[in-house]
Each structure stands twice: as structure tokens, then as C-alpha cells.
């Protein structure tokens, strides 16, 4: 089970649906792709500043290395160890990111896959019982079901009015 952060826009009230349409899940844990593809994983992301600073070190790391006279299997080492650290911290960043941009984490929850951390975070937002006279009237609580995005994007949870079908 992997642990999943919400991220609705701020000044967003609990059970109002609109606000799962700007809604990000970002799983936590370490991001095979962001260690593999580190710079392209930052560009793929929006997160433009992070990919800059990623490129200039990985090029000043090698400069460096070329300067110490590291040999090529010290300096796969050291590029190996860069890249275990961005796989590691690339979910923190894309949170703070978020954050910064005015869509703090504002739940977490935990599940199996990402499809199912979609169910149960926009189950939890639209409980409408969880705040006082809060409700969503006009949207069936079933079109939550219907992912809206494919395996590795950012997760934006799609809502339908009751006329769609789900009630």
C-alpha cells in the first residue's frame, strides 16, 4: 500500500466538487522514472526551475569529476548516487511545488493503486457528514469511479453531474 497526498486549491471547502477538478494526487515513495529520466522527469512535471538546477549540477558533477580525474566507474558511481537521490526526493518536491502554487496537500490517504487512491480521496472530499451544511447536490457519488488519466500523470480527479449517469 502506498501513501497518496491530495492537493486541492487553497480556500477550497470540503465536499465542494469543483474543487476536485484542479485536484492532484502525488503517490510518496521513491519515483523510478524521475531516477531513470531525471531532467525529462522535471520537465514532464512543469517543474521548469528544479529541471534547470537538476541539468546544471549533473553538468557541474561531471566537470568536476573530469577535473578530480575521477575514473569513468567512479564517476557511473557518483552519477548513480545523484540519480537514488532524485528518485527519493522527487514526490517532496512535486508536493512543495504544488504547495507553493497554491494547492497545498490538504488529505492523504492510503491504497494499492492509484486508480483506488482516486476513489477514496474524492470519497473523503465529497463526505459531505465530515462538515457541517457542506453538500454536493447534482453530482452522483459513482462518476468518481471513472479515472481520468493514464497510468504515471498527475492523477485530476473528473466529476459528472448526476445527469451522466451514476444514480
Do not use: N
Not at 522527469?41 to 529541471?51: E, I, Q, V
Not at 561531471?62 to 558511481?77: C, D, E, H, K
Request: proline letters at 5%; a positive charge; zero cysteines.
Amino acid at each position: 500500500m502506498r501513501t497518496y497526498t491530495l492537493h486541492v486549491p487553497e480556500g477550497s471547502v470540503r465536499g465542494d466538487p469543483r474543487a476536485l477538478e484542479q485536484a492532484h494526487l502525488v503517490r510518496d515513495g521513491f519515483s523510478w522514472s524521475a531516477f531513470a529520466f531525471t531532467v525529462l522527469w522535471f520537465l514532464r512535471h512543469r517543474l521548469w526551475l528544479a529541471s534547470l538546477l537538476v541539468l546544471v549540477g549533473l553538468v557541474g558533477l561531471a566537470l568536476a569529476g573530469r577535473a578530480l580525474g575521477l575514473s569513468p566507474f567512479a564517476a557511473l558511481i557518483v552519477t548513480v548516487l545523484v540519480s537514488l537521490l532524485i528518485g527519493m526526493e522527487a514526490s517532496s518536491l512535486r508536493r512543495w511545488t504544488y504547495g507553493r502554487r497554491g494547492k497545498p496537500a490538504q488529505d492523504a490517504v492510503m491504497a494499492g493503486s492509484q486508480e483506488e487512491a482516486e476513489l477514496k480521496a474524492a470519497a473523503r472530499w465529497l463526505d459531505a457528514a465530515s462538515v457541517p451544511g457542506v453538500a454536493a447536490p447534482g453530482f452522483a457519488a459513482t462518476a468518481v469511479s471513472r479515472p481520468t488519466h493514464r497510468r504515471g500523470d498527475d492523477a485530476v480527479i473528473g466529476l459528472f453531474p448526476a445527469s451522466e449517469g451514476g444514480r
